[in-house]
């Protein structure tokens, strides 16, 4: 792992809220093809850290690292535009569209000035295959199971070319067939040299799906 290229770096990133000092100089990087787990309590400063490296919030300090070139990330489009994808706990799919309408959300497939449907769920049977995932396009996201919802969005991820993928607590509500599933997801993801940020509580995690752990604690 220690010859894998490194993909993303962060240098002495500094984040302050009124009154809070959310990270304090923290160093991370990240290689590709592995598995980097994140631990830390609630308020380690987890959560800024991955906010900062999705566009949601500006460092106060330091910088990130991409490819070896300092990079401004000031929104989703440019986290997005670097192949950094973000996978919350409160999934960014729309409930009341369908599984292959979400995975073309705001770049729809068109024919003579009309959303080509067909193609849409084609593209969308490639993008699901690529995850595993028996479900038919044609389904609303309000009714998939919550591990059937992650594995959409992961697919949504690979469709925009993501190299780095940050999974926050992704097991969190997952059964423990689920988890397996997930698991195995996962390393397959790492044999695509893609680079994986998982974030958990459970130290029973780290040995069966870590390269490398980095543990937060009041910010550093």
């Known amino acids: 792992m220690s010859q894998a290229r490194e993909i993303l770096r962060v ?7 009124p009154g809070v000092v959310a990270l304090d100089g923290v160093d991370f990087d990240l290689r590709a093809g592995e598995v980097h787990v994140l631990l830390g309590e609630n308020g380690a400063g987890k959560s800024t850290l991955i906010k900062m490296l999705s566009g949601a919030y500006q460092p106060d300090s330091g910088r990130i690292l991409v490819d070896g070139e300092p990079v401004a990330i000031r929104n989703a489009s440019d986290a997005q535009r670097l192949g950094i994808a973000t996978i919350y706990q409160e999934f960014n799919l729309v409930p009341q569209l369908t599984v292959g309408e979400n995975l073309a959300l705001g770049r729809p ?11 849409m769920h084609e593209q969308a049977r490639g993008m699901l295959d690529l995850v595993g995932v028996g ?17 959409v969005e992961i697919a949504k991820a690979l469709a925009l ?5 940050i999974m926050d607590e992704p097991t969190a ?3 423990t067939s689920e988890v397996r599933r997930l698991f195995d997801l996962v390393g ?3 044999e695509r040299g893609v680079a994986v940020v998982f974030i958990t509580h459970h130290l029973e995690e780290i040995a069966q799906i870590g390269d ?9």
């Open 109 to 119: 497939p068109r024919r003579f000035g009309f959303v080509d449907t067909r193609r």
């Open 161 to 165: 070319n993501a190299r780095v993928l």
């Open 11 to 17: 240098e002495g990133l500094g984040k302050r809220f």
């Open 188 to 190: 397959q993801l790492r």
């Open 212 to 220: 490398r752990v980095t543990v937060l604690r009041d910010g550093r």
């Open 135 to 151: 479900v038919d396009p044609r389904t609303r996201v309000a009714d998939l199971g919550i591990a059937q919802m992650q594995m």
């Open 173 to 175: 509500v997952l059964t």
